[in-house]
């Protein structure tokens, strides 16, 4: 598994989403994700919405995951 993969499953699975993705050993990565979706919800439903996007692979594949999520209004904020 790597950053992009990741990317592209966090993507799929949250239309309409923007990921950044990093990590150097393909085992522990950091993520950013930016979703409308996430708009009125607390940071750790925003995380189970995107680890819903990755299944079964959270704790195999990619044994570590630090999600950074934003939502389009927040993310021009800190732009």
Known sequence: MNAQQIQQL???G???????????????F???VVCEAF???????????VY?????RMGGEI???ALR??????ARLQS
Do not use: F, Y
Request: glycine fraction near 10%; charge should be negative.
């Open 30 to 32: 950091e993520a950013t």
């Open 63 to 65: 044994h570590a995951l």
């Open 14 to 28: 949250l239309p309409g989403s923007r990921a950044q993705v990093e990590g150097a050993d393909e085992v522990h």
């Open 10 to 12: 966090i993507e799929a």
């Open 52 to 56: 819903a996007t990755l299944g079964g």
């Open 39 to 49: 708009a009125g919800k607390l940071p750790l439903a925003r995380h189970r919405m």
């Open 69 to 74: 999520t934003l939502t389009p209004d927040e």
